[in-house]
Nanobody, 122 residues
Framework: VQLQAFGGGLVQAGGSLRLSCAASGFSVDDYAIAWFRQAPGKEREGVSCIGQKDVKYSNSALGRFTISRDNVLNTVYLQMNGLDPEDTAVYYC??????????????????WGQGTLVTVSS
C-alpha cells in the first residue's frame, strides 16, 4: 500500500491548485483517503476526507476545497480554490482500510504519502 502526493506549488492569494494522491497496492474506492496539512510550527490537521459513502471537510476547507476520487486512475484529488496565505503548508494524503473516513490523524495507520508543499503568497 503506497500513496504519492503531488501538485503543490506557489500560488497567489485567491488562486487555485489541485492536489493529487495517487494510490498503489489497493483501490481508492475500498479505503478511506484523507488530506492533512502541516504548517511550520503547527500540528498536523485534517483538511478533508472521502470514504466509501461519506465526505468530510474541516471548517477552514468547507466551501473552498473539494475532494474527489477517480476509481479508474486510482487517484484522489483535492481541488483548492480561494487560497489564502493561511493555507500555506505541506499537504499529505493518508489512507485507512475503513468504510467511513475521519479527519483525525490517528485514524490513518495504513499509509501516508510523502507530502507536497503549497505556498500561498499575499
Amino acid at each position: 500500500v503506497q500513496l504519492q502526493a503531488f501538485g503543490g506549488g506557489l500560488v497567489q492569494a485567491g488562486g487555485s491548485l489541485r492536489l493529487s494522491c495517487a494510490a498503489s497496492g489497493f483501490s481508492v474506492d475500498d479505503y478511506a483517503i484523507a488530506w492533512f496539512r502541516q504548517a511550520p510550527g503547527k500540528e498536523r490537521e485534517g483538511v478533508s476526507c472521502i470514504g466509501q459513502k461519506d465526505v468530510k471537510y474541516s471548517n477552514s476547507a468547507l466551501g473552498r476545497f473539494t475532494i474527489s476520487r477517480d476509481n479508474v486512475l486510482n487517484t484522489v484529488y483535492l481541488q483548492m480554490n480561494g487560497l489564502d496565505p493561511e493555507d500555506t503548508a505541506v499537504y499529505y494524503c493518508a489512507t485507512a482500510p475503513t468504510i467511513g473516513c475521519s479527519l483525525k490523524t490517528h485514524y490513518y495507520i495504513e499509509a501516508w504519502g510523502q507530502g507536497t508543499l503549497v505556498t500561498v503568497s499575499s
